[in-house]
């Protein structure tokens, strides 16, 4: 059976629209509690972010939940993988965090994390799907779910950040600005940082439940890179709106990505020797991170799109350290999912152990220009079993040699292929990229 509502990253949409309204969410919360009962009863956690749809879904999941028979505990805001790593040390049934990321407060979804705090499986996944299409009916009264607020759930989390580091680390003698979007971590992020001696400036700490994300977090570092210089200090830290995410700015205001921290984290995993197996990126990632890596006999694997895929390839090969560009950064070896917080830490442990700065350590990555172009096609696409396509890919590639690479990948969610090209030459990445583009719209625009 395909999935109707899961994908790859839970369930998303617009509030108001599609699937996601408050009666949808209801009986979604009624499907997972039948799923996930054991007997007449069970445990789930459920966060959120600082969105104002939130309170509404909330609610409804509640309601759902109830109606099956299970408990919730109810979290308030709290960043995504806050929310995993409680349901695994609460030994709750499942956790499920109301969220849409990095994207604008108009839009909301739901995350899911199993018992372990890891994704949920496809098989748990189609069995909620299935429950889906029954009749919603309730348990009887005295077995309803009941629900409760849980007030120390920062600290708790607070704690376990700090956990992630040697108890030697002092970040005191920094200055760092922490950027938290007006998100999930608004109330986490600056506390982690300032506990462990470094002087904090706020900023995205102010959510009114319209202004997540909006202009501010990872997705929007300009204002970080204003006040970093502004207060001249040491480095930034931005977070997305659930806190999964992190992107980083050097005091000279210059971005530093999620492939550059990568490859930082991993280099210094690989000085205290504690580096385990392969280092997992994705299609995405520059090719400057691969080249980096493998210069330091680090070797380098790439999954598909999507921190799943990254997960996945983690999860087969037994090793510890992936992430993509955006900052989805998630080191196993501390924690069961991808965390901005943790993330940004291993990095400040990199910056102190080695004595020199964000700016210093990322320069041993040498970025290779990358160009990417959307086109927008009709229907279908199949990019492999076109002779045209694959002729312009090869001479493409035979252009680069083996210091470049080409990828045409169909969007997940429009009716797009996005074309990529990466090489050493900027002129000629822009040129092929632009003559790609032009015999794919040929090829597919209809």
């Known amino acids: 059976m395909d999935k109707k509502y899961f994908g790859t990253d839970g369930i998303r949409g617009t509030v108001g629209e599609g699937v996601i309204n408050p009666e949808f969410i209801l009986k979604l919360g009624w499907a997972v509690g039948r799923v996930l009962a054991k007997g007449d009863s069970g445990k789930v956690l459920i966060g959120k972010d600082t969105r104002i749809s939130g309170y509404m879904f909330e609610s409804a999941l509640e309601a759902g939940l109830a109606a099956a028979g299970i408990d919730s505990f109810l979290l308030g805001p709290m960043p995504t993988p806050a929310i995993a790593y409680l349901t695994r040390t609460f030994h709750a049934d499942a956790g499920i965090v109301i969220s849409a990321s990095h994207n604008p407060y108009q839009d909301n979804g739901l ?22 299409e029954k009749d919603m009916q309730c348990v009887d009264s005295a077995k309803l779910g009941k629900a409760e607020r849980m007030g ?22 920094m200055t760092i600005v922490v950027d938290c979007a007006h998100g999930a971590t608004y109330h986490i992020g600056p506390s982690v940082f300032s506990e462990l001696g470094a002087e904090v400036i706020a900023i995205g700490i102010e959510p009114d439940g319209l202004n997540i ?40 205001g210059e971005i530093v990505d999620g492939d550059e921290l990568l490859y930082i984290i991993a280099r210094s995993r690989l000085s205290e020797g504690c580096l385990q197996g392969a280092v997992v990126g994705t299609l995405m990632s520059n ?87 959307n086109v927008r096609v009709s229907g279908k696409v199949d990019i492999e079993g076109s002779e045209v396509i694959q002729q312009a890919v090869r001479a493409a590639e035979d252009e680069l040699g083996n210091r470049g690479r080409v990828l045409l ?38």
């Open 287 to 373: 090719l400057g991170l691969e080249v980096a890596l493998q210069r330091d006999g680090i070797d380098f694997k790439r999954a598909k799109v999507g921190d799943r895929y990254v997960m996945e390839v983690l999860t087969n090969g037994n090793w510890s350290l992936g992430g993509e560009s955006s900052g989805h950064i998630i080191c196993l070896d501390r924690t069961s999912t991808g965390d901005g917080i943790v993330a940004a830490l291993q990095v400040l442990c990199a910056v102190n152990h080695s004595k020199l700065s964000l700016h210093k350590l990322k320069s041993g990555m040498r970025k290779f220009p990358q160009r990417m172009e």
């Open 111 to 132: 995350k899911f994390f199993s018992s372990q705090g890891t994704k949920l499986s496809d098989e748990i996944e189609l069995a909620i799907e299935a429950e889906m």
């Open 409 to 446: 990948r169909p969007s997940g969610t429009e009716p797009l292929v996005r074309v990529m090209v990466e090489g050493e030459d900027a002129a000629q990445v822009t040129q092929l990229t632009q003559n790609l583009a032009q015999v794919v719209k040929k090829a597919f625009s209809g």
């Open 152 to 173: 120390d759930a920062a600290g708790r989390y607070i704690e376990f950040c700090k956990s992630t580091v040697p108890s030697t680390l002092s970040l005191k003698g």
């Open 213 to 252: 994300n909006e202009k501010v977090g990872s997705t929007h570092p300009a204002k970080l890179q204003r006040t970093v210089l502004k207060h001249s200090a040491d480095l930034g830290i931005a977070l997305d709106g659930d806190g999964d995410r992190l992107i980083m700015v050097d005091h000279k």
